[in-house]
């Protein structure tokens, strides 16, 4: 993923807002990415522009080496967003072969699929089970089921453990850890958590108040195996300072 000074302005009934300003980034294969910034900075603008679902109105994006609009068409993605958004009418299994649904995956291989991303995501046994059956911690993690399940290589995730209490957000940034090793996948991570974004990535872009620029992008030396103990280290507490400068440097929380 490749962003050259990228720029939107949105349009609005009240003027123009300038939600990104000038955003230089690149992202290799394989990274775990985390955006963090004050609220309206534009992370989950940015993450939209690169899923297509907004239109930059200057610089240049591309995605695996494609345009936005084409990496959609070729299933570059998942998207996983803050709420579950499960349908409450369909299974957990149904649910996450809804994508495979639209997209015309052959029924033949729905069956693999949906056990193998339960699996990823330590729900095996829980496909005919219906959303409300499943804790919210559960239900985020069938919604990452669903974005898993057309094997997309970049996961786009816009701040899916806010709404979760922290002990069950500890557990899912284990677990996604874990799955983001097995998988080898892309990951792009909107949080408002330090802790969160230095335990996850592997670069954490720190972005100021809106207009939304780039301050800081802190290539984490964290080992790839993370107790979550490691939170407790020198090294962990120096990238998280380091995090908290760009925060404030950019009057993000003062
Ligand atoms: N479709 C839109 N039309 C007009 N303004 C928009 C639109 N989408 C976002 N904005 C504005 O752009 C700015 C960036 O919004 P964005 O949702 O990207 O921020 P964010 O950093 O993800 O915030 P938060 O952390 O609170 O979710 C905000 O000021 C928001 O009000």
């Given at each position: 993923?490749?962003?050259?000074?990228?720029?939107?302005?949105?349009?609005?009934?009240?003027?123009?807002?300038?939600?990104?300003?000038?955003?230089?980034?690149?992202?290799?294969?394989?990274?775990?990415?985390?955006?963090?910034?004050?609220?309206?900075?534009?992370?989950?603008?940015?993450?939209?522009?690169?899923?297509?679902?907004?239109?930059?109105?200057?610089?240049?994006?591309?995605?695996?080496?494609?345009?936005?609009?084409?990496?959609?068409?070729?299933?570059?993605?998942?998207?996983?967003?803050?709420?579950?958004?499960?349908?409450?009418w369909?299974?957990?299994?149904?649910?996450i072969?809804?994508?495979?649904?639209?997209?015309?995956?052959?029924?033949?291989?729905?069956?693999?699929?949906?056990?193998?991303?339960?699996?990823?995501?330590?729900?095996?046994?829980?496909?005919?089970?219906?959303?409300?059956?499943?804790?919210?911690?559960?239900?985020?993690?069938?919604?990452i089921?669903?974005?898993?399940?057309?094997?997309?290589?970049?996961?786009?995730?816009?701040?899916?453990?806010?709404?979760?209490?922290?002990?069950?957000?500890?557990?899912?940034?284990?677990?996604?850890?874990?799955?983001?090793?097995?998988?080898?996948?892309?990951?792009?991570?909107?949080?408002?958590?330090?802790?969160?974004?230095?335990?996850?990535?592997?670069?954490?872009?720190?972005?100021?108040?809106?207009?939304?620029?780039?301050?800081d992008?802190?290539?984490?030396?964290?080992?790839?195996?993370?107790?979550?103990?490691?939170?407790?280290?020198?090294?962990?507490?120096a990238?998280?300072?380091?995090?908290?400068?760009?925060?404030?440097?950019?009057?993000?929380?003062?």
């Open positions: 993923m490749q962003a050259r000074g990228l720029d939107l302005t949105f349009r609005t009934a009240d003027g123009p807002v300038h939600a990104l300003k000038d955003v230089n980034l690149s992202v290799q294969r394989g990274d775990f990415v985390s955006f963090i910034g004050p609220s309206g900075c534009g992370k989950t603008t940015f993450l939209r522009v690169v899923a297509d679902l907004e239109q930059p109105t200057g610089g240049e994006i591309t995605v695996n080496g494609m345009s936005p609009a084409e990496a959609r068409r070729a299933r570059a993605y998942g998207y996983v967003f803050q709420a579950a958004g499960l349908y409450p369909r299974t957990i299994g149904g649910n072969r809804l994508p495979l649904e639209i997209m015309g995956i052959p029924r033949a291989e729905h069956a693999a699929r949906v056990a193998r991303v339960l699996e990823l995501v330590e729900l095996t046994g829980f496909e005919k089970k219906f959303p409300w059956q499943l804790s919210g911690g559960m239900q985020q993690r069938a919604s089921a669903r974005a898993l399940s057309f094997d997309a290589d970049i996961l786009l995730m816009d701040e899916p453990f806010g709404a979760l209490d922290e002990i069950v957000r500890d557990k899912l940034n284990e677990e996604l850890l874990g799955l983001w090793r097995r998988t080898g996948k892309t990951i792009g991570f909107v949080t408002h958590s330090i802790p969160e974004a230095v335990y996850l990535s592997t670069r954490i872009v720190v972005m100021s108040p809106r207009p939304g620029r780039i301050i992008v802190i290539e984490s030396d964290l080992p790839a195996e993370r107790p979550l103990d490691i939170r407790e280290s020198p090294e962990f507490l990238l998280a300072r380091r995090v908290r400068d760009g925060l404030r440097a950019g009057h993000g929380y003062d």
